[in-house]
C-alpha cells in the first residue's frame, strides 16, 4: 500500500462529512426566517418569499466552501513548513487518484444541487398563468420610464424623465401582471428590495406578475447600460392599500379625461 493511502482516506471521510452538510445548505432545507437575510428585506413581495432562501443557501455554502478550503491550504502551508524548517519535508506524490476524483466530483454536485433549485424557484418566479386581479405596462425608453394603467383607461399614464423620476403604484397584498416592452434599446426593469428584475425587449413583449406585501417606498432602477443617461432611469416603487390604490386609479381617471 503506498504512503498516501492512509491520507486518502482521511481525506474521504471528511468529504463524506462535508459533502452532505453542504448539500443540505445547498438545498436550503433551513428556515430562512432564522437567518439574515444577507441584504435583502423579508416579506417585501411574493418573489422574495420565494428566492430569499435560495440566496442564503447558496452564501452559506460559498462560506462552507471558503472555510473547507482555507483550511486545506493552511493546514500544509502551516505543518509542511514547521517540518521544512527542521529540514523534514513531506514525500512528493505525483498523483493522488481518490483526492482527484472528490475536487471533480464535488464541484459538479454543488453546481447541479444549486442549479436544480434555483430552475425550480425561477419557474414559480415566471409563474404567468395564475390569476391576477390588476395589469401594469411597463415601457422603458432613454431615459425613463412609462407606466399605464388599464384599469384606469388607455390614457391613464405616468411619464418620467431623467430629472423627474416617476412613481409605480402597487396594491398591498394583490397581484400584479406586468408587461414589459422597450421602444429604442434594451433595458431592465428591477427593484432591487423585491429581488426581481427583468428585461424591457425592443419588439419584443415580457411579462412578469408578483405581489407586493409591505407598504412602503422602494427604489427601482435600469440594470441595463443603455446609453449615457443609464444611470438616471430611475423610478420609486410606492406600496399603498387596495383602498388608496383605487383612489390613484380614479385620479388617474379624471386626469386622462
Known amino acids: 500500500m503506498s504512503s498516501h493511502a492512509p491520507r486518502s482516506k482521511r481525506f474521504i471521510r471528511v468529504a463524506a462529512i462535508f459533502v452532505p452538510a453542504l448539500l443540505l445548505l445547498s438545498g436550503c432545507s433551513f428556515k430562512s426566517e432564522d437567518i439574515s437575510g444577507m441584504g435583502f428585506p423579508k416579506g417585501v413581495s411574493s418573489v422574495n418569499d420565494i428566492s430569499l432562501s435560495l440566496w442564503q443557501g447558496a452564501w452559506i455554502a460559498g462560506g462552507v466552501v471558503g472555510v473547507f478550503t482555507l483550511i486545506l491550504i493552511l493546514w500544509p502551508a502551516v505543518f509542511h513548513r514547521a517540518k521544512a524548517s527542521k529540514g523534514e519535508f513531506p514525500k512528493q506524490t505525483q498523483y493522488n487518484i481518490p483526492v482527484e476524483i472528490l475536487y471533480t466530483v464535488i464541484p459538479f454536485i454543488i453546481v447541479a444541487v444549486l442549479f436544480y433549485f434555483t430552475a425550480v424557484k425561477e419557474t414559480k418566479i415566471v409563474d404567468k398563468t ?80 408578483f405581489t407586493a406585501n409591505k ?43
Open 215 to 257: 407598504l412602503g417606498e422602494f427604489p427601482g432602477r435600469c440594470n441595463i447600460l443603455c446609453g449615457r443617461n443609464h444611470s438616471q432611469m430611475l423610478f420609486t416603487v410606492k406600496v399603498v392599500t387596495p383602498e388608496q390604490y383605487q383612489k390613484y386609479l380614479d385620479s388617474l381617471k379624471v386626469s386622462a379625461a
Open 130 to 209: 395564475s390569476p391576477v386581479k390588476h395589469e401594469i405596462s411597463v415601457e422603458g425608453f432613454q431615459w425613463s420610464w412609462q407606466f399605464g394603467y388599464p384599469e384606469a383607461g388607455k390614457e391613464a399614464v405616468v411619464t418620467g424623465t431623467p430629472a423627474q423620476a416617476p412613481t409605480l403604484y402597487l396594491p398591498l397584498g394583490e397581484s400584479v401582471r406586468f408587461t414589459l416592452t422597450a421602444n429604442d434599446v434594451v433595458h431592465g426593469f428591477w427593484i432591487p428590495a423585491f429581488m426581481i428584475q427583468m428585461q424591457n425587449l425592443p419588439g419584443e413583449v415580457n411579462k412578469l406578475q
